[in-house]
């Protein structure tokens, strides 16, 4: 199965990344590109492989495990893991992914460090940050952010690289930019505390926000209505 319209949503989604880029006055190679694959085929995987994309975001955990499977001749896909994450996943987690982008509790990042084998490299992490502070949404707050960041950096399997959130959804693009800016806010004030550590990463941005996102500095940015076209309900 080859799906033709992914070349076009592709290649206009990487020509929609660098025109923002290039209208907030950044580099184009300022923000990467996450390919977001969750419910989609291993096969439209292996096409936008064929393409150059390597790095694909995952949610569902077995999904994920199956397509890994799947793929698994294709040793230099680089693994994202951005779904909710109990601890009974930390350890498929732990072992299968390059990067988390949604740890938002000490005990969830204790068990990544404890469960991270010892010939992989540090497991890459970003705090997600539930940055419009909505009651039932996962993400650490901004309040309790530092003492987090603080427990994090310290674990020696684990790589601190920054902040994550996924912010309630705004009409206009001044209304969208605020949420990216208080995150943006917070991780340069992380960066002072903990200057040993290698805090490069904003992972914001989605297929309806990616201009907001990357004006307010994204360097990381997950689309995947945009590349895969629309999901059915999973
Ligand atoms: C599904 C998802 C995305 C991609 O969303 P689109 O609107 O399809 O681009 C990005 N980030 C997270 C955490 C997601 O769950």
Same mark, same amino acid.
């Given at each position: 199965?080859?799906?033709?319209?992914?070349?076009?949503?592709?290649?206009?989604?990487?020509?929609?990344?660098?025109?923002?880029?290039?209208?907030?006055?950044?580099?184009?190679?300022?923000?990467?590109?996450?390919?977001?694959?969750?419910?989609?085929?291993?096969?439209?995987?292996?096409?936008?492989?064929?393409?150059?994309?390597?790095?694909?975001?995952?949610?569902?955990?077995?999904?994920?495990?199956?397509?890994?499977?799947?793929?698994?001749?294709?040793?230099?896909?680089?693994?994202?893991?951005?779904?909710?994450?109990?601890?009974?996943?930390?350890?498929?987690?732990?072992?299968?992914?390059?990067?988390?982008?949604?740890?938002?509790?000490?005990?969830?990042?204790?068990?990544?460090?404890?469960?991270?084998?010892?010939?992989?490299?540090?497991?890459?992490?970003?705090?997600?940050?539930?940055?419009?502070?909505?009651?039932?949404? @996962?993400?650490?707050?901004?309040?309790? *952010?530092? #003492?987090?960041?603080? $427990?994090? =950096?310290? /674990?020696?399997? !684990?790589?601190?690289?920054?902040?994550?959130?996924?912010?309630?959804?705004?009409?206009?693009?001044?209304?969208?930019?605020?949420?990216?800016?208080?995150?943006?806010?917070?991780?340069?004030?992380?960066?002072?505390?903990?200057?040993?550590?290698?805090?490069?990463?904003? @992972?914001?941005?989605?297929?309806?926000? *990616?201009? #907001?996102?990357?004006? $307010?500095? =994204?360097? /990381?940015?997950? !689309?995947?209505?945009?590349?895969?076209?629309?999901?059915?309900?999973?």
């Amino acid at each position: 199965m080859t799906d033709i319209t992914l070349p076009a949503s592709l290649a206009s989604t990487r020509e929609r990344l660098h025109l923002a880029l290039e209208q907030a006055g950044r580099p184009l190679n300022a923000a990467r590109l996450l390919a977001v694959s969750k419910t989609k085929p291993a096969e439209l995987i292996r096409q936008a492989w064929q393409l150059g994309q390597r790095e694909f975001g995952e949610n569902y955990l077995q999904e994920a495990l199956e397509k890994q499977t799947q793929l698994a001749d294709f040793d230099d896909i680089v693994w994202h893991f951005i779904g909710p994450l109990q601890s009974n996943k930390t350890r498929a987690v732990a072992e299968n992914f390059a990067w988390v982008h949604s740890v938002d509790r000490e005990k969830i990042a204790r068990r990544l460090n404890e469960q991270r084998p010892e010939n992989l490299p540090p497991l890459n992490v970003c705090l997600q940050v539930n940055i419009s502070a909505e009651p039932s949404k @996962s993400g650490v707050s901004l309040e309790a *952010l530092p #003492a987090l960041a603080r $427990e994090v =950096a310290h /674990l020696p399997n !684990l790589r601190l690289r920054g902040l994550m959130a996924i912010p309630a959804p705004a009409d206009s693009l001044a209304e969208q930019r605020r949420p990216f800016a208080r995150l943006r806010h917070a991780l340069e004030q992380l960066q002072q505390e903990l200057p040993e550590t290698p805090l490069d990463t904003l @992972s914001m941005g989605m297929s309806d926000d *990616l201009e #907001a996102a990357v004006q $307010e500095g =994204a360097t /990381l940015v997950r !689309l995947g209505t945009a590349i895969f076209g629309a999901r059915a309900t999973h």
